[in-house]
């Protein structure tokens, strides 16, 4: 009863055939499965503007809880590159390399990417199928191996197509099961012969049963390709190694001693080992990473570049074709380095090469950093709650951004870092961004593009173990973001070598520093006014004041009604002249000109944000939002000044009762802990940063 069990459960070649006929199952490459996987759906391809460019955005990269941030232009090459593979173009006989700075996610975007395809070919409908040989002890020669599954993971399509010499005896096997003359067509279109141990035993087994493929299929059965990250299965990664570790065997292979105890006739393929090798393991319409490509040495370089060209392995003559998309990194100093030794141009010939910048948008990166942090409940040494203080993820974000942002005539690094997230940068466009990045990206050195040079994730990553490792962090239990800099600072004078970069990096901590205390002038306002929206709320108001000034429908009274892009509700709202005028003048707004240009700028922005994105909120503009700050806090406490003297200088009830109830809000509606509240006053009360 069991021998009958198990028998049902055998897939037949024949069964297989007719599913793929049937459309049940797929017969397709790699670079099919993955332009299907990506662009499959159609409402998971969307538009997105980048550095003032359109280009697309492709959401199956963006799902999961750690996903790939950015990267647009990179991902775009990627699909273009592996579309034009699946149609039959010339990218079929490429690798993709992505080439760049250490630690600005080339690894990661591979492994995502090797995630996702495991993922997919998991789904019924998506599963890849090979080809096992049994009952081998009745052809004889083979020991006590009794069954011999394809090394390359080759499709069953494959087997049927190759089943007997001649093509049309194939192609009439087809015919019976089930296809049309259109769908054999179509199969042959994706028409490879069998690896050479394969095509061996079939031949064997053919002339063993006289040609009878009644006789022949009970030797064949069909089996799922294994999905494994761990035993590089369908993903599989080659890492380069040190000059004298590294063997071509770890790619494709070689001769097995075991094997060659069972198998009679020497000449027989089989007794190559290919599993030995990454390459075999993938070779089942799977993805091989090479990561770091160009550090390996030259006699591996030569296996990649005959692999990458033929899609084979080649080992004493005998050719075991692949089905495999080969995805490679290398950072640009190993890159520059193989470019100087003129022989290698072959392997470069043969790479789709995308520069990958690191991300510059610092709204992305507050995701990033948001990663970096983690996720999970920090503690300190001792075991007790770790608490992150809200201006954390900021100060780091744009103090990293900032450090790659080149240097430009055209842009500060504020401006190109605004314009870059899609925000308001004074008077300057996104058009002059655009200018700057054509320029830059027009450069023979790759590391003056834009983008190309900065402090990268790993670096960040370090930034943030310093920071956790002082002594401030563990006894305050609590991660202030005025400590922030400290760690970038010894970041930057340890592990950035070149002295002209430190230079800049440590001017560009300068500045983050700058919009960090501006970022703290808000908190301090919003503490102040006892409610955490307080400044947006007054930054909004200046805004709809100065749309509504000139209003038709504006009364006696001053008040001007307006539609609320956020509820859709009408909103009165009573203008007020004198905080226009001292916002405006707080601006160094002096004459009617000036400001009235400046109003129409905003409602110029207004119109083009609102319809865009309704929750804008113009709190990305830090000039504005300082102004509005200063004017609050001068009509409040005459002042900023005085409220640093009141929250300085408690000797008196009534500033002590202020400090407490800043504190209170702090703790209570803004999100900070007594130790990062205590310091963020303290830092407020300083003039660190004020310029």
């Known amino acids: ?323 495999t998309l080969i995805v490679a990194t290398s950072n640009n100093a190993e890159f520059g380095r193989f470019l100087e030794e003129k022989e290698q141009a072959p392997i470069v010939d043969r790479c789709r090469i995308s520069y990958m910048a690191h991300n510059t948008n610092y709204r992305l990166q507050l995701r990033l950093t948001e990663f970096s942090i983690g996720t999970q409940e920090k503690t300190t040494f001792s075991g007790e709650d770790l608490h992150v203080d809200p201006n954390l993820n900021y100060a780091l974000s744009v103090a990293v951004i900032l450090t790659r942002m080149p240097p430009s005539d055209k842009l500060t690094a504020i401006e190109m870092m605004k314009l870059a997230a899609g925000e308001v940068a004074g008077e300057k466009s996104i058009k002059t961004l655009r200018e700057v990045i054509n320029e830059l990206n027009s450069e023979p050195d790759i590391t003056k593009r834009f983008g190309q040079k900065g402090l990268g994730h790993r670096n960040l990553g370090r930034a943030i173990q310093i920071l956790l490792e002082r002594a401030e962090t563990q006894e305050g239990r609590c991660m202030y973001a005025g400590d922030v800099f400290i760690a970038l600072e010894s970041v930057i004078l340890d592990y950035v070598r070149d002295p002209q970069d430190q230079a800049k990096y440590l001017s560009d901590l300068k500045l983050a520093k700058g919009l960090h205390r501006k970022n703290v002038m808000t908190a301090i306002f919003n503490a102040y006014m006892d409610e955490p929206d307080a400044i947006q709320k007054d930054v909004l108001n200046y805004v709809n004041m100065v749309i509504g000034i000139d209003a038709k429908n504006l009364g006696p009274n001053r008040i001007w009604t307006y539609k609320d892009p956020q509820t859709g509700k009408l909103v009165p709202l009573k203008i007020d002249e004198t905080f226009i005028d001292s916002v405006e003048e707080r601006l160094g707004l002096k004459n009617r000109e000036q400001k009235q240009s400046y109003r129409t700028t905003i409602a110029k922005i207004y119109g083009q944000k609102m319809i865009q994105e309704p929750t804008y909120d113009f709190m990305d503009n830090n000039e504005l939002v300082k102004a509005v700050t200063d004017v609050r806090l001068k009509s409040d406490v005459a002042g900023a000044g005085s409220l640093v003297g009141a929250l300085s200088n408690r000797t008196n009830e009534e500033n002590q009762k202020l400090y407490n109830r800043m504190i209170e809000t702090m703790e209570s509606k803004l999100g900070y802990c007594r130790t990062c509240a205590l310091k963020t006053i303290e830092y407020f009360c300083t003039q660190d940063d004020a310029n």
Not at 72 to 85: C, G, L, T
Not at 193 to 200: K, M, T, V
Request: a neutral charge.
């Open 1 to 323: 009863m069991e021998k009958v069990a198990k028998k049902t459960t055998l897939q037949t070649l024949e069964t297989h055939v007719k599913a793929v006929v049937q459309g049940q199952r797929r017969f397709e490459n790699a670079f099919q499965s993955i332009s299907r996987m990506i662009l499959g759906d159609p409402s998971l391809i969307e538009k997105a503007s980048v550095n003032g460019q359109n280009t697309y955005d492709f959401q199956v990269f963006r799902k999961g809880s750690k996903y790939i941030i950015g990267m647009y232009d990179e991902i775009n090459s990627f699909v273009s590159y592996v579309k034009d593979a699946a149609e039959g173009g010339s990218s079929a006989e490429m690798a993709f390399v992505l080439i760049g700075e250490p630690g600005n996610g080339k690894t990661f975007f591979v492994d995502y990417l090797g995630k996702i395809y495991r993922s997919f070919v998991a789904l019924p409908e998506n599963r890849r199928y090979t080809f096992k040989f049994n009952r081998l002890e009745d052809i004889g020669g083979y020991g006590r191996i009794t069954s011999i599954e394809s090394q390359t993971f080759e499709d069953p399509m494959v087997l049927a197509m190759n089943l007997f010499e001649d093509e049309a005896d194939n192609r009439e096997f087809l015919v019976k099961m089930g296809a049309t003359e259109t769908q054999v067509d179509k199969i042959y279109q994706s028409y490879r012969p069998l690896g050479a141990c394969s095509d061996y035993i079939l031949a064997e087994i053919r002339a063993h049963c006289d040609g009878n493929y009644k006789k022949m299929a009970d030797f064949f059965e069909v089996i799922p390709v294994p999905i494994s990250e761990s035993r590089g299965t369908l993903t599989g990664k080659y890492a380069a190694k040190d000059k004298i570790t590294s063997s071509a065997v770890d790619l494709i292979g070689e001769e097995s001693i075991s094997r060659l105890l069972h198998i009679v006739d020497t000449n027989n393929p089989y007794r190559f080992d290919l599993r030995r090798g990454a390459l075999a393991r993938v070779a089942g319409g799977g993805i091989h990473f090479a990561d770091e490509i160009f550090k390996n040495k030259k006699d591996l370089v030569q296996v990649y570049l005959g692999v990458i060209q033929n899609r084979t392995i080649e080992m004493e003559g005998f050719k075991w074709p692949l089905d």
